[in-house]
């Protein structure tokens, strides 16, 4: 099982340019949700989707978008990154959540890492 | 403002059990509390779940006592490949029956031969 599929790995952008980071999960997972990740910080929500066609924001959306147009793909997107969005990105899926309060386990992909200059 | 508050780093030797505490303050009766692992270059990983007194798993085993306020991470008889960061995730129910997570800024454990 490939589980939760990140790309690119490492990506370096100019201040200004445009990319996407993809992810991909072959669990049938519902809710799928980016995250970045920066030192001494932890992880911190940038959105996520409770399922296709439903997306919302997290803790700090501002510069990305997303999409959710099938059960499998989340892509994020950065429309003109800036040097501040430098960082390590995971995607993460799980299943509908089962019951009140439960998280359930969420399945992590290995990261992208990104640098802006 | 719900926060979880974990320490910086900690220190054990090979064959010791090691115990990791989160506080987390304002958690409703069925909040769960979640510790994932994670190594370098590679995303967190579920260790284990739970919302009251104590769960165990074949890895750990995790405490939560009755206020609630504090969870602690057991990790019995470590090895050196225990050595990774440890997070505490707290899930607040919210009044529109969605739930809020609060991660921890992580806990860096170095295993010593």
């Known amino acids: 099982n490939a589980g939760v599929t990140q790309t690119p790995k490492f990506q370096v952008l100019k201040t200004g340019q445009s990319m996407t980071l993809q992810c991909a999960q072959d669990?049938?997972?519902?809710?799928m949700s980016w995250y970045r990740q920066d030192p001494g910080m932890g992880l911190r929500l940038i959105h996520y989707s409770v399922g296709a066609g439903i997306t919302d924001q997290g803790e700090v959306p501002n510069g990305y978008n997303v999409s959710r147009s099938t059960t499998e793909d989340f892509p994020l997107r950065l429309l003109s990154a800036a040097p501040s969005q430098t960082s390590v990105y995971f995607c993460?899926?799980?299943?509908?959540?089962?019951?009140?309060?439960?998280?359930?386990?969420?399945?992590f992909g290995e990261g992208s890492r990104l640098t802006v200059l | 403002l719900a926060k979880t508050t974990q320490p910086i780093s900690m220190d054990s030797y090979e064959g010791q059990e090691v115990n990791i505490t989160c506080s987390h303050n304002n958690i409703a009766t069925n909040d769960y509390i979640t510790w994932y692992q994670q190594f370098p270059s590679q995303g967190p990983r579920f260790i284990i779940q739970?919302?009251?007194?104590?769960v165990t798993n074949e890895v750990a085993s995790l405490f939560i006592p009755a206020d609630r306020k504090s969870s602690t991470l057991s990790l019995p008889r470590v090895s050196l490949s225990d050595t990774a960061v440890y997070y505490c995730l707290v899930a607040l129910t919210r009044k529109d029956s969605n739930y809020q997570l609060i991660w921890g800024a992580g806990t860096k454990l170095i295993i010593k031969p």
């Open positions: 993460a899926s799980r299943p509908a959540r089962t019951g009140r309060g439960n998280t359930g386990e969420l399945f």
């Open positions: 669990m049938n997972h519902e809710y």
């Open positions: 739970g919302y009251k007194t104590k």
